[in-house]
């Protein structure tokens, strides 16, 4: 089934095509407002928060745009509008590396791998953290995180490779540059 025919069944209100588009989406939806919010109870609480927006502005999604840019520009600004609520700059969850799992949902990254990962993210600027995730673990492409992210795609570019230089750096790699 395609994006445009989901969204249209959701739009109706159709259950079992939300159910079906959450599954298809919550995974990276997780990481990445995990990737700025540092905390997995915060994180959770605002997929949550996502996912209800979703199922309320599916009337007004434009056929034609991709369903998951659509999701995760969702998702970054009821992120934001939490930290302008809370007045939170980036909390940590001292439990952030406890069971962790976020990140490694495809089963490609061993947990220590992830732990040390989940370790050098907290590291990163935000916007650094959320191009990496957005990047290596979900696999969007420069153009569509611009989108998501309302940035230039030459700065996606550029902290990109930011990220990644700090990332080798924190998981105790070499830095080539």
């Known amino acids: ?16 095509a939300f159910e079906q588009l959450y ?55 009821i992120t934001y509008d939490y930290f302008r609520r809370t007045k939170n700059l980036i909390p940590i969850d001292e439990g952030f590396t406890e069971n962790s799992t976020a990140l490694s949902y495809d ?16 590291n990163l600027s935000m916007l650094n953290a959320q191009i990496a995730v957005l990047y290596s673990v979900c696999g969007y492409k420069h153009r569509e995180i611009a989108t998501i992210l309302s940035i230039p795609e ?14 080798a750096i924190e998981m105790g790699g070499v830095n080539n540059e």
């Open 1 to 16: 089934m395609d994006e445009d025919h989901i969204m249209a069944l959701i739009a109706e209100g159709n259950i079992n």
């Open 23 to 77: 599954k298809d989406t919550y995974k990276k939806v997780f990481v990445f407002i995990l990737s700025m919010t540092k905390c997995r109870h915060t994180a959770e609480d605002l997929m949550h928060d996502t996912y209800i927006r979703v199922f309320e502005k599916a009337k007004i999604y434009q056929r034609g745009t991709s369903v998951n840019t659509w999701i995760m520009t969702i998702a970054r600004n």
């Open 107 to 122: 089963g490609s990254i061993s947990i220590a791998e992830n732990i040390d990962l989940e370790n050098a993210l907290k």
């Open 154 to 167: 030459g700065t996606i570019r550029r902290r990109y490779k930011e990220a990644l230089s700090q990332l």
